[in-house]
Every structure is written in C-alpha cells, then in structure tokens.
C-alpha cells in the first residue's frame, strides 16, 4: 500500500487511470520501480483491456525493453512500437528454424504474433500473390495497421539480413502500393523480421518506411 501511494503522489501522468485497473493489475505493476515502465503497462493494459494474467506476462516477456519508443511527450512511429526481438512460440525453442517452419509457427499463433508486432495490426493474408509481368511472388505476410491506416509487408528471413532482402520488400512495397492500398491510404511499410540484423546494410537503406527486427523462439 505504501508502494502505491508512492506511485501515486508522483505517477501524474498516469494518475488519472489508476481507477480503470484492478488492485491484482498493481500488484505486478508495483515491484517495476520505474515511472516510465509502469505507465506504459498501465497504459498497454487498459488501451488493450489485459487481464491481471494477460499483463503478467507481458511483463514477464520484457515487452517494454523490446519496444523502442519511450518517451511519451514523442510521437510514436510505427517503428518504434514494434518489438525487438519478436517472441516465436514453438516446442523447440533450440531448433533451427527454416522459414516454412519460422512462417507455420506464426500462423498457429497469429494471434500471438499480432500482439508481438504490436498495436493497430490486422491480419489480411499469408503467402499473398502478386503478379509482376509473366512472374508470380508471394508476400510472407501482409497486414492493415489500423492505427497508422497504412499496409504493413512481412518478409521472414532464418539468415542475417542480407541487401538483396531490401530490394526484394521494396518491391512488394511498392506493388502494394501501386495496386492494393487506395487513395486514403498512407503509404505501405516493410518489416523484415530476421534472425540478425546488419547495420551495415540498413544504413544504405533510403526508404524510411522499411524497418527490421529480429526473432527469437520460445
């Protein structure tokens, strides 16, 4: 109780949402001892309407040290509200994963995997086809943000991010872009989730709107 006090006399930019969560949601919330931590789980929990079990293990799996936007006074891309890494279920979490395997966990756990991704996302297909000329592709995944009002490409990759990765959601961007989203749309993002990053590569990325995360199985 004296805990929550505390929290309370200084938490003013949280206070005003400290009825909306039931005394089992402080008492995960409480040992965090970090002002920023804890409202950003009171905020996840009531935006999302978590249970005190659901908002346990958000907390368990680090969720707020895998998110890179912290400062609440910035506005927050969408970026920064994906996680990193990204948490895969599987019984196996020491096998190493081809990318069949990477894109059948996550479509036994879609939900899962859309709470990993983060708020606003919609699952709109897997595999998705597109044709360019006389040749056929297929997008891993694509999903509506519904936050950000954009379509968001998914490309899994088992490897270290590689250039030729850039190039090749760059132009299923810019095909989604050109015949799938519509005018009120804002333009499409590309996520490639892989099992390392490269900094080197991105630095030579110039479209803003692709960003990278890693995996990590479970």
Known sequence: MRQF??????GAAVRHLFGSLTWTHYKYLLPLNDDKKISYYINVAISQNLSYRELNERIKSNEYERIGYKDELEEPK???LIKNPIIIKTNNPNEELSE???HQLILENIDDFLKELGIGFTYIGSEVKIKMGDTYNYIDFLFLNTNYNCYVVIELKVTELKAEHLGQITKYINYVNKNIKKSFHDNTVGVIICKKENKFVME???N???FTTTYKTS
Do not use: D, M, V
């Open 100 to 102: 069949y395997t990477l």
């Open 204 to 206: 030579y990325c110039t």
């Open 208 to 210: 803003p709107k692709i």
């Open 5 to 10: 006090y505390l929290l309370f006399e200084k």
């Open 78 to 80: 969408i970026n920064t």
